[in-house]
């Protein structure tokens, strides 16, 4: 048998193997453009990591990514794909501005925060119960109805912005009135570091630890991988599934919360960048596994916040970054399940030749 | 393990200490562009004043701009790394900056703002205005002269000020010359959004216009399809008479550079101050674009005078009495506009048609 220290490095080699293939790959098309793959490379990374502001730039970009991911990673631990993290991220965003901007301006900043963070769990997780109920009782795919709840999301936020919510003092301008103070999020001194990157990183550990190591986590994990076994055991199918879009949709919708409260200060359009996808890409990446989300959406979240410095020292212009970005993911996902398989079929081979 | 290897990235490129060389022999400006540089339209103007100071300013001034800056919190962590570069001022030139804007500036005292078309106080804040409307009350003559259906369509963006100058100010020079004449509006809510924008023209057009006007940032899309919908085309922001070699009137463009120009030497010499600037047509800011080869001789030179006028003051656009199309008073008789009144502009003059979103 092989061991399965032997076994990791295989793997990891192979992830590096993948992502070096993709940074060529992408090199050879910035070579051809007539720019030099290294100083590019480099841009993004020191744009990304470089000093503590571009540090602190890339946890901002990082938290609502982070909870996204996490909150698909949920829903994906029973099998069920909630691409609809983008729409109950901004049902998440319109529960807190409720609360934010009906409460008195006097009310203490930790009450407030905290009637927002449940006013936009229980938002988002409403949001969730709709594809949650069609795919338990109507056995509707819930990929595309939360899919498709997106655009719903998008348009009640714009519906709200330029309507009964939109700002009386700046005129028609599509956003809604600045937020009192006491509904803004302690940010880390100095920087817009937020105490929603703390919850995040709270949130990743507990579902670690619900997951692997609770009664409920191990069911869900069956349901996930064999829900005819799970039917068999007599797990209470539906209620789980429902259990998991709940949350799934609460999580993501403290990514809305974050957002508002501690970085737009507002309701207003174009308030998430398609957060919601790439939380989907990263939960991917990462294999629904809670701390490699955690990581991977750093450095995701460094890759997307990085890229812009590129136009500023690399007089890049937009649209080629853009292309960067688009390809570099495309050869992450391509690069990786090939290389997997291929080094998959190395350790059955090693495993092969130790046992003969 | 795929996470160990994340991890050892993570490690490897926070540790990797590379750090740009730093030259501080010229001021550097940054501009903040909310489309792209290549729309033919708003950006590409405001470009091109950048690529003025670049070349006016030659060793002194070093610019660096991005675009596709929305109007939200992005534009915060652009300008903050714009500033963390060195750079000394910082031209937001959209409406949709001033929050973002507001933020940086209070962190930066040192690092001075231009924001366009809004007010607001603050030490290290110069805000700018353009008259687009100038413009726009030279082309609605135009407009009104060349309308055989005394029908005009105007596709809009947004329903804020600065349009909303420009559609009145349009539909007065219309008036001015064609008491007959109507200006029918739809808007878009987009600054830039070609497909909605081809529908809004192509709709205005189905509804018996024969004229088109616009405010929107990229004008390529209108410019097109009333030109491949034999109809007469007033441009917006740059000349684009190129797209509609047989039905392009005229346009309002823009020239920024010489303002921009002026603002970046007025930060070497020290002088830079808070306040307002307003870019208009007899600060040259503001233009008319070429005439097309439809507009007869003598219109041309009745428009030339009517521009005239308002360059030497004896033309004023919004003059009292001014109604809205509701019939209330908006400005008394002899009263003139300030820059404060048109900024909070929120009304339709008569002969406009179409929804108002209330404020």
Sequence with gaps: MLSKAAGAMIAFSGSIASMLFGFVAVGIFLLLSGRNPATIYTGIFTGAFGDTFCLSETLVAATPIMFCALAVAIAARLGLMNIGVEGQLLFGAIGSTYVALTMPETTPSWLMLLLMALSACVCGALFALIPALMRVFMDINETIVSLLLNYVAALTVEYLIHGPWQDPTTTSWPQTMAFPPCAEMPHLEGSRVHLGLLVALIIGFLLMLVLHSTKFGFKAKVIGSNPQAALYAKYPLKRYLIVAMLLSGAVAALAGFSQVSAIEGRLRSGLSPGYGYTGFLVCFLAKHNPITIIVVSILLGGFLSGADSLQLSEKLPFATVNILQGMIFIFLLASENALKSWSEKLRLKLQAAEAS | ????????????????????????????????????????????????????????????????????????????????????????????????????????????????????????????????????????????????????????????????????????????????????????????????????????????????????????????????????????????????????????????????????????????????????????????????????????????????AAKEKIANGSLVVFAGPLKDREGRERLSAGAKPNIKWLAGMNFFVPGVEGTLPKN
């Design chain 2, 1 to 304: 393990m795929p996470h160990i290897l994340f991890v050892f990235l993570v490690i490897c490129f926070t540790v990797l200490p590379v750090y740009s060389a730093n030259e501080q022999k010229t001021v550097k400006a940054g501009f903040l562009f909310v489309g792209p540089i290549n729309d033919y339209g708003w950006n590409c103007a405001q470009n091109e004043g950048r690529l003025f100071v670049e070349k006016k300013l030659a060793g002194k001034i070093q610019t660096v701009a991005v675009e596709n800056v929305p109007e939200s919190a992005e534009a915060e962590r652009v300008m903050e790394r714009m500033i963390a570069q060195g750079a000394k001022i910082i031209f937001a030139t959209s409406f949709g900056y001033l929050e973002p804007v507001l933020k940086v500036a209070r962190r930066h005292p040192d690092v001075k703002f231009m924001q366009l078309s809004r007010f607001d106080k603050r030490p290290n804040l110069r805000t700018y205005f353009y008259l687009h409307y100038q413009g726009s009350y030279l082309a609605g003559v135009v407009a009104g002269r060349m309308s055989k259906k005394n029908k005009i369509g105007f596709v809009a963006a947004h329903p804020v000020p600065p349009l909303l100058q420009s559609i009145n100010a349009f539909a007065l020079g219309v008036r001015s010359v064609n008491a007959k004449a109507t200006v029918k509006v739809v808007w878009t809510n987009k600054w830039v959004d070609p497909a909605v924008e081809a529908e809004a023209a192509k709709g205005l057009i189905d509804n018996g216009i024969d004229v088109l006007a616009f405010d929107q940032s990229a004008p390529v899309t209108i410019v097109k399809t009333a030109e491949s919908n034999k109809t007469y085309v007033i441009g917006c922001y740059t000349d684009d008479c190129q797209f509609a070699p047989n039905y392009w009137l005229t346009g309002v463009s823009f020239d920024w550079g010489p303002y921009y120009a002026r603002i970046c030497q007025s930060v070497l010499d020290g002088t830079w101050q808070e306040g307002t600037d307003v870019c208009d047509i007899k600060t040259g800011n503001v233009k008319l674009s070429s005439f097309g080869k439809a507009v007869p001789e003598p219109l041309r030179k009745e428009v030339a």
